[in-house]
């Protein structure tokens, strides 16, 4: 039964039944820490761009949009930011991989952090953004 599931699944795939939407130009998502990723613009090849706000709490460079960067190759997408603005720069990039669909965008991050007292840091931890809808 699983094998004519999964068949099924296939095919739907193949045949264009089943798609996965593609990010849209305009969204906007909140992650479980309070930061909100804005995407601006999405080319036809999937590159996008737009702004990250981090409200993450304990960490620097909050309240302020950086730019981000990115590609969805639905349903996989990476983005990063490199945290570098004329308000605060924290000397730090943060890199995003994961998948998504219509609502909700699952990553693992990567984020590496230069300080001149202290060198190179390394973190990594996981982020799930929900889509919002409507007027919030």
């Not at 699983?2 to 089943?18: C, D, R, S, Y």
């Amino acid at each position: 039964m699983t094998k004519i599931v999964i068949a099924l699944a296939v095919w739907l795939i193949g045949a264009g039944m089943v798609q996965v939407q593609s990010i849209e130009a305009g969204s906007v998502w909140d992650n479980q820490s309070g930061s909100v990723l804005y995407i601006d613009e999405v080319r036809e090849n999937g590159h996008f761009h737009g702004r990250y706000v981090n409200n993450a709490p304990g960490y620097a460079c909050q309240g302020v949009e950086y730019r981000v960067v990115g590609d969805a190759f639905a349903p996989l997408i990476s983005f990063s930011v490199v945290w570098k603005a004329e308000e605060e720069t924290c000397h730090t990039i943060t890199a995003w991989t994961g998948e998504y669909d219509a609502d909700v965008i699952t990553t693992l991050w990567s984020l590496v952090r230069y300080a001149e007292e202290d060198g190179f840091a390394r973190y990594s931890g996981d982020s799930v953004f929900e889509r919002r809808t409507g007027d919030e």
